[in-house]
């Protein structure tokens, strides 16, 4: 399915057939094609580039595709980064987390930083913490091959 051209969203890098790799949703997902383009929130005399998840209804473009800034897309892989790292060791605690310390790390950014940490304000985070390992860990082979392939294109770009 061709990703539309003729909305506010502008595709210029485009992967067109998602659906056949999304994850656990492969060849029965509604997530069609990713793109990188212009930003459909751009200003008169200024250019935002943006990464586009087009999902289909089957007989629409849906409302639910979304659109983030690239940094954003980069801070998302960081956080699921961090949070792998985190449940690698998680086991050591009781409750997969220390309830006197939730902060799991502060990740250095533009001056400041991102901090990381469990959500103690969800009043079933003991039940959550451990259905959210179990699907990191029944997910773990699908993130495995896309974090390998990630560090092999960061080396080869110099980082």
């Keep these: 399915m061709k990703i539309p051209t003729t ?11 998602y659906e056949n790799i999304d994850g656990r949703y492969a060849y029965d997902s509604d997530a069609k ?3 990188l383009g212009l930003a459909q ?5 200024k ?18 595709s979304e659109e983030l800034p690239l940094h954003r897309v980069i801070d998302l892989a960081i956080l699921i980064c961090r949070a792998k790292l985190h449940f690698q060791e998680a ?6 987390y220390d309830p006197d310390n ?3 790390d502060r990740v250095g950014l533009q001056g400041d930083a991102m901090t990381v940490s469990v959500s103690t304000d969800n009043e079933h985070i003991h039940e959550d913490i451990k259905l959210f ?5 029944e997910d773990g082979e699908l993130i495995g091959e896309r974090l390998r392939t990630l560090s092999r294109m960061l080396k080869e770009m110099g980082y």
């Design 91 to 96: 086991y050591r605690y009781d409750h997969l």
């Design 133 to 137: 390992n179990q699907a990191l860990s």
């Design 41 to 45: 929130w751009n200003d008169r005399g």
């Design 33 to 35: 094609g990713l793109s």
């Design 47 to 64: 250019v935002d580039i943006s990464a586009k998840v087009w999902r289909h209804t089957g007989g629409k473009w849906s409302r639910q």
């Design 7 to 17: 909305l506010k969203h502008k595709p210029v890098i485009v992967s067109e057939n």
């Design 102 to 104: 939730p902060v799991i």
